[in-house]
Every structure is written in C-alpha cells, then in structure tokens.
C-alpha cells in the first residue's frame, strides 16, 4: 500500500508557479496515485484550486518552514520562491538564506526527498556571444544575480556536505502569457495590447538592442518536473546544473517587430535621447546538457508565444 | 602640497590585521609622506599603536560604515572583516552583506578608491590534486566558502556595474606565529609547545591525511600590499581575483613530523576510531598569475614558519 507522493512547490502564487501547479495536476491526472500538491505562499493569497493545497510560510522564518517541511515531508521538492527586487540585504535573506532554511529543515526531516532549486541564468552575466554551458563561470550583476549564485552554491554545498538529492536549474528569459510588466516582455506584450485598444499611442522603453534567451514559461515548468521526476534523477542530476532555455537570442526590437508582424500594427517605442551601454548585452543558452539527460527540449517557439501572450494580455 | 595617503583596513585586531598594519607601517617608514593607516575592529579592542589609529565600527551597520567612509575617504581600503563560524545566516551578514554595505559606502563617497577584498580558498572546495588556478570553477563545501563567494561575487558585481577598482585576493591556509587554536596548525603548535613543556602528554587530532596549502602570514600580508599599492593595479589588477598560497601541498602529518624534527620531540597524538573521508582532501595554489601581475613569491618556507611559531606559542 503506497501512500501519496507529495509534491511541495514554493512561490506557488507566482507566474512560474500557477504554471507548474497545473503542468503537475494535469502531466499526472491519469496517474493511479495522483500526488498531493502543496503550494508555499507568502505575500499574494493565491486562488484557491482543487489540484493544489496552498500553505502560507514565510521561507525566513526558520520554525515556520521546519514545521512545515517536518509535518509534510514532501517527496519532491521544486523551490520557486524568491526576490528579483530589493537591497542586495534583502535579496540575500530571501534568496541565499531563505534557501538554506529551507534545505536544512529538508535535511533534518526528509533528507531523501528531490529538490530542485530554481535559479537563473542572472549568475552568469555577461559571457559573450557563444551559447553558455554550465561550465561557464558565474559573473553575476547586480543583488539578484548574486544572491542567486550564492542559493544556489549553497544548495550544491548541502549534495557535497550531505549527500542530499538537490538538483539547480537555471532558466533563461521566462515569458509566458499573464506575465505581468515587471518583466520585459509582459510590459511590452501589455502596452501593445493597449495600443492596439487604442488607449495609448506609444510607450517608453530604455533600450532595444539587448539580447536574450527567452524561453517560454509552459516549456520551462515542464522541464522542472521532467528533471525532478526523471528515473535518472539520484543517477545523473543530483548535484548537477541544468540550463533551461530556447537556445537563440532575440533582442527586445526582435519582440517588437514579431509583435507588429502578429498585430499587423505599427508599434511606437520612444527611447532615451542617450543609450547606454548594456552590461549584459546578450545571453544564449547551452540546451544540450538537459537534452541529453531528460530528453527535454522546448515545445513552444517566440511568435507562438507571443500570440498567446497578447490574447491573454 | 599632498594630503597623506588614507589606508583602511577592516577586521584589524584580528590574526592577519594585525600583522598587515605592521607591514605597511614598516614598508611606508622611510616614505616622504607614511600613510595614515585607519583600523577598524568590532568585538576585540586591539591594544593601542601610534601606527594605527583604531576606530570601532559594526560593517553590518550601514549608517556607521557609511559616516566613517564619508569622513575618512580612504585611498586604499583592505577588507579583512568576516565571520568563519556560526550559522550560513550569521555568516552571510558578515562576509556578504557586510561586504556589500562596505562598498556601498565607497560608491558614494569615494569611488576611485583602491579595494582589496579578501575572500579565501574555501571558495574552491575540492579540485582535485592538482594546483588550483583563479579559473577553477567555485565549489565551496559548508557556510564558510559560500558566504565569501557570495562576498566576492558582490564585490566583482561591483566593478562590472560601477566600474569600481576592486580586486579579490584567495588566501590558501594561513599560518603564522601568534595563530591561536581556531586554526589546525595554531593548535597543534600550542599542544606541542605543552607537551615540550611537560605540561601534557598528548593530544586529539580529527585525521591527519588532509593536505593544505598553508602560506605565512607575513607572506600573505604581503601580498595584499603589493596588489593594493602597484603601480599597474587599475590596469591589471582591478576585477581580478589572485590566489595567495605557496604552491605547496602538506599535510597535518607533515605538520607533525616538521615539528618533530624542529624540537628533537616524539609529538604523540589522538585519532578517532572511525576517521570520515574528508570532503576537501586536498588543496594546492597555482600562484602563476600574482606572481607574473605583481612579482610577489613567498619568502618563508614550512619549517622556518613552524619554527617561528613555536617561539611564541
């Protein structure tokens, strides 16, 4: 008599984590023991779902989590939570410390149990213009970068220290539709749709010209849960890093013009009389590491995308 | 008519603060104009000295760092301040976040400064048995290495964004005479200086087969003045990290023996029953890069170190 696996996800009421929550419930809605889904949530309530059982924790709270993490005892873990905004102080505390809360009550209590770290592709920084493997030395700018770097090394120094099943993915650009203005392409896809509506004319935007690896955010909840319950898992990702990305660059006037071609509308950008230079003026990623040890490749390319993101805009 | 050269060293009353002041003041006492050197201490009052002028000041308290840089404006500043013990959140405040407020405060009030961070090779962890140059990847092992990675990676994040004249130096192991029982050599000199004095008969080890690049502190001091004050370091040094080490490997047995062989004494030592394989088993420097950037080889080998040491244990 199996009992039910449990699945936690922190940051359940983000954009990545609504999508994982149903790429979950319905990748394992045939399944004869579906598993239990717990959803971590600190500051937006989420809305309440049949799939999902959603906990409010805060991750820096240490007893919180322990509580948490003791009483539930997930058998997969996939770790979302985290600060893009904010001081390096508080991008370390949710980032780096919240983390290793986390990962310590995990050891404590369930110290069997997968865990996939969710970082990003902000640790590497400026690496050229060649796709970036995981080898690629971590030059992060900025808070968010650097405390993701610091997470993440301190969750792959818990698989050295403790042997525990801790696997760190680093997305690229995710974008996706309900992706909100915070983010590049939602603001764009977002001002766009107004346009469009005709409630604006143009909008502002610093800079066309960067290049990124976006990669579509349905394509990347389903690689966490392609590496998390892969059968290879303790084998061939315990301990390793994943990048989860398209593999091409696009530059935000590239989204522009797919835009235009899609919407059939002139779309009026008003940039700043002086651009300045880009410390991170592109990133492409290196896919061939998770294609060959999941087999995951992205599913959905950029106009797709984007076509889905403005009906939904 | 120039104003004195400022230097700011931070964690000054600690083991390697102490012998940095006395190497700069010695270096500059013949100089036209001999810097005034400022030291910051928190926990521990050093005694007082007519090279130093001693400040108390918490690095975790920004308005304090930040009144102190805006007033002293230090031309070259050697951040020493850290915290090796204690929970990752503990030590991420200091070596991180405590990095990051130290170079916030530079930023605003005195941006060309020169600054030498000190991170440590704990940000390696293991690379095998071959020498370790700057280019390794970072995997360090416990809350140590990933909270002075974080820091280092702060204070790189620092130049790239800011264009800020940092540099990062990676002591191997240091050693020294004075070294206190915190530290595998300061200990086992300690217990033999006991047991030469009859005051003991032996005394407890955890293994004796980790091998360590072990660099004298006057080496290492050193070190950081030939980087911070050369004369090519905006143009070769600032951005870059460098290891400080001998290039050496030893082992605590090797310890043993040289001490054996310096006093003419059979050093008798406790093993565990049960000895756990080591995560870090090894760790030799390659030096190639400050020693073709600065000129810097270190001058005190193993057993002169050994033996300065036991005169002042």
Same mark, same amino acid.
């Given at each position: 008599?199996?009992?039910?696996?449990?699945?936690?996800?922190?940051?359940?009421?983000?954009?990545?984590?609504?999508?994982?929550?149903?790429?979950?419930?319905?990748?394992?809605?045939?399944?004869?023991?579906?598993?239990?889904?717990?959803?971590?949530?600190?500051?937006?309530?989420?809305? &309440?779902?049949?799939?999902?059982?959603?906990?409010?924790?805060?991750?820096?709270?240490?007893?919180?989590?322990?509580?948490?993490?003791?009483?539930?005892?997930?058998?997969?873990?996939?770790?979302?939570?985290?600060?893009?905004?904010?001081?390096?102080?508080?991008?370390?505390?949710?980032?780096?410390?919240?983390?290793?809360?986390?990962?310590?009550?995990?050891?404590?209590?369930?110290?069997?149990?997968?865990?996939?770290?969710?970082?990003?592709?902000?640790?590497?920084?400026?690496?050229?213009?060649?796709?970036?493997?995981?080898?690629?030395?971590?030059?992060?700018?900025?808070?968010?970068?650097? &405390?993701?770097?610091?997470?993440?090394?301190?969750?792959?120094?818990?698989?050295?220290?403790?042997?525990?099943?801790?696997?760190?993915?680093?997305?690229?650009?995710?974008?996706?539709?309900?992706?909100?203005?915070?983010?590049?392409?939602?603001?764009?896809?977002?001002?766009?749709?107004?346009?469009?509506?005709?409630?604006?004319? &143009?909008?502002?935007?610093? &800079?066309?010209?960067?290049?990124?690896?976006?990669?579509?955010?349905?394509?990347?909840?389903?690689?966490?849960?392609?590496?998390?319950?892969?059968?290879?898992?303790?084998?061939?990702?315990?301990?390793?890093?994943?990048?989860?990305?398209?593999?091409?660059?696009?530059?935000?006037?590239?989204?522009?013009?797919?835009?235009?071609?899609?919407?059939?509308?002139?779309?009026?950008?008003?940039?700043?009389?002086?651009?300045?230079?880009?410390?991170?003026?592109?990133?492409?990623?290196?896919?061939?590491?998770?294609?060959?040890?999941?087999?995951?490749?992205?599913?959905?390319?950029?106009?797709?995308?984007?076509?889905?993101?403005?009906?939904?805009?």
């Amino acid at each position: 008599m199996n009992s039910l696996m449990k699945v936690l996800i922190t940051g359940a009421s983000g954009f990545t984590g609504r999508y994982l929550i149903k790429h979950i419930s319905e990748k394992c809605a045939s399944a004869k023991n579906r598993p239990e889904i717990y959803g971590l949530y600190n500051s937006s309530k989420p809305k &309440s779902s049949e799939s999902c059982r959603f906990i409010k924790a805060d991750i820096c709270n240490v007893s919180e989590i322990e509580d948490l993490i003791s009483s539930v005892k997930p058998d997969y873990i996939i770790h979302l939570a985290g600060e893009r905004r904010g001081s390096y102080e508080e991008q370390f505390r949710l980032n780096a410390v919240g983390t290793v809360n986390l990962l310590e009550a995990v050891r404590k209590h369930c110290n069997k149990s997968r865990i996939l770290v969710v970082s990003s592709s902000a640790v590497y920084g400026y690496a050229g213009e060649m796709p970036i493997s995981e080898d690629n030395p971590l030059r992060p700018v900025g808070a968010y970068g650097v &405390s993701k770097a610091a997470g993440e090394m301190a969750a792959l120094s818990f698989t050295r220290q403790y042997g525990m099943n801790i696997t760190v993915a680093r997305p690229f650009n995710l974008f996706g539709p309900g992706q909100n203005e915070d983010f590049v392409t939602g603001k764009i896809v977002k001002y766009t749709g107004e346009i469009i509506a005709g409630l604006r004319e &143009s909008f502002d935007l610093y &800079s066309l010209d960067s290049g990124r690896d976006f990669v579509d955010v349905r394509d990347a909840v389903r690689a966490y849960w392609d590496i998390i319950s892969s059968p290879v898992f303790e084998e061939k990702c315990r301990g390793e890093v994943f990048n989860i990305g398209s593999g091409d660059a696009f530059t935000v006037r590239d989204v522009i013009v797919a835009l235009e071609i899609i919407t059939s509308h002139k779309i009026t950008v008003n940039l700043p009389s002086e651009i300045l230079p880009e410390i991170v003026p592109t990133q492409k990623s290196d896919i061939t590491k998770i294609k060959n040890t999941v087999g995951w490749v992205p599913e959905y390319n950029f106009e797709k995308t984007l076509t889905d993101m403005l009906k939904e805009y």
